[in-house]
């Protein structure tokens, strides 16, 4: 038996993506119009979201359940186990921009064109950074900003939370950690 578990609408209605989930399995995140014309199917797919303009849909793309718990039967450390994708999906278009290691995503509710993200920076291996680690520094991670007309990225090193205003097109964020580069 399958269920669905997730669902959401675009603003114009032009769009319903809903997460179909067997209960032992990996679940399938759908992307259809009203009148159920599969647009597409992604598998392992979850947490969707549809831009205000429903033009996008941004999801997250876990690891395939088998993969993690063959893993996990070698024994394998839990930070070198794989780490969910983002997925930004153009309705448009059909073409998709995934990102690696994702930490957390964020679309404004109420306003379109901006996406912003967090991923896992690269591993700093030197005696002196692993010196310089504090446990209040490791929920800190780049920022990625992206402007989805343009498709102009921008970067903010040792962001600790962020936020979209709700009305207003505005970004907030708060830095705790210093720009090592």
């Not at 399938?28 to 797919?45: D, F, H, M, Q, R």
């Not at 996406?115 to 680690?133: G, L, M, N, R, S």
Request: net charge positive; aromatic share 10%.
């Amino acid at each position: 038996w399958e269920r669905i578990t997730e669902t959401v609408i675009s603003s114009d209605g032009k769009y319903i993506v809903f997460k179909k989930e067997p209960w032992k399995g990996d679940p399938t995140l759908k992307n259809t119009t009203p009148k159920a014309k599969e647009i597409a199917s992604v598998k392992c797919g979850t947490d969707a979201q549809i831009t205000f303009d429903s033009k996008f849909v941004v999801f997250t793309l876990k690891p395939t359940e088998d993969t993690i718990r063959q893993l996990k039967l070698k024994k394998t450390k839990k930070e070198d186990l794989p780490i969910n994708k983002l997925v930004i999906f153009n309705f448009e278009t059909r073409k998709t921009d995934t990102i690696e290691k994702l930490i957390s995503v964020k679309v404004p509710e109420k306003w379109a064109g901006w996406i912003a993200w967090q991923t896992e920076a690269p591993k700093d291996t030197t005696k002196k950074a692993k010196a310089e680690v504090k446990a209040e520094d490791e929920k800190v991670y780049p920022l990625f900003v992206k402007n989805l007309k343009t498709g102009e990225t921008n970067e903010f090193p040792a962001v600790g939370n962020y936020l979209f205003a709700e009305e207003k097109e505005s970004l907030v964020f708060i830095s705790e950690g210093k720009d090592s580069t």
